[in-house]
């Protein structure tokens, strides 16, 4: 299995304190890979690190081998790397379809937008009953599924980055949620998913690393932390 992202080392901050200490991970094709943890540990600011939006960090960030942790925000997307971040970021007075096409504004040309278009409306049949239907108009699940949608809209996919994608969703609409991000580990894509619960991701995720005060304090498949009652206990409070 080909390794896809690779972080070595990254430390970051917003301010005086360090949000994240010298944390590493890999993140390969055709895998869910999760980083799970408590709120305020710093899960959210391990993706902002790779997609660049981390003004104040240190460290190696590795796309197929390159370095792109000097890179704009702008041009890290364009090597193929989707940020879906918390919560739904939708334009609601815009309908379905043009929400969509906002995320493949990017793209070369009409011809792979078409391309990605039919593949997200393959991967949400949903979306496709309501394409000309405004956002506003959307359920919760549904809007997270034009979130993620519109991430896929881009014309390079080399990593999907998923924050929280299953937060204050129902479990038969996380199901849903979580079945397309299957599909897309099966088509190749490799995904990184930031959760707060282990279970939510136990099924889907071959690897989970798990992150406290900014450090990750264990990594492994999820059975073993699903078993473990002392990592449950000190650092997931359960
Ligand atoms: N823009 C910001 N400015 C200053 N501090 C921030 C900012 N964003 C996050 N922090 C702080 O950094 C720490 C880590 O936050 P982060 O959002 O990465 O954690 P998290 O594990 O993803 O939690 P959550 O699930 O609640 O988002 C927290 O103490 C948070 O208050």
Not at 121 to 148: K, Y
Not at 183 to 188: C, H, M
Not at 221 to 235: C, I, K, M, V
Request: net charge negative.
């Amino acid at each position: 299995m080909s390794t896809q992202l690779e972080i070595e080392d990254i430390s970051a901050n917003y301010g005086r304190e360090p949000v994240l200490t010298g944390v590493s991970l890999s993140v390969d094709a055709a895998q869910v890979t999760g980083i799970v943890g408590p709120n305020g540990n710093g899960k959210t600011t391990c993706l902002r690190a790779i997609s660049g939006l981390m003004p104040r960090m240190s460290g190696v960030v590795r796309l197929n081998g390159e370095r792109i942790d000097r890179l704009a925000p702008e041009q890290i997307a364009r090597r193929g790397i989707i940020h879906v971040p918390q919560g739904d970021l939708v334009y609601k007075k815009m309908t379905v379809r043009d929400n969509l096409l906002v995320g493949g504004t990017m793209n070369p040309n009409r011809a792979v937008t078409a391309d990605r278009l039919e593949h997200v409306l393959t991967l949400f049949p949903r979306l496709r009953e309501r394409l000309t239907q405004t956002a506003s108009s959307l359920s919760g699940g549904e809007r997270r599924m034009l979130g993620i949608g519109r991430g896929l809209m881009a014309a390079k996919m080399q990593l999907l980055m998923l924050d929280e994608p299953s937060l204050g969703l129902a479990p038969l609409v996380i199901d849903q949620i979580y079945e397309a991000i299957n599909n897309l580990s099966q088509e190749g894509l490799a995904i990184l998913i930031v959760e707060e619960s282990v279970e939510r991701i136990a099924a889907t995720a071959r690897h989970l690393s798990l992150l406290s005060h900014g450090e990750f304090v264990w990594s492994g498949p999820p059975a073993e932390l699903l078993a473990s009652d002392a990592l449950a206990e000190t650092y997931l409070g359960v």
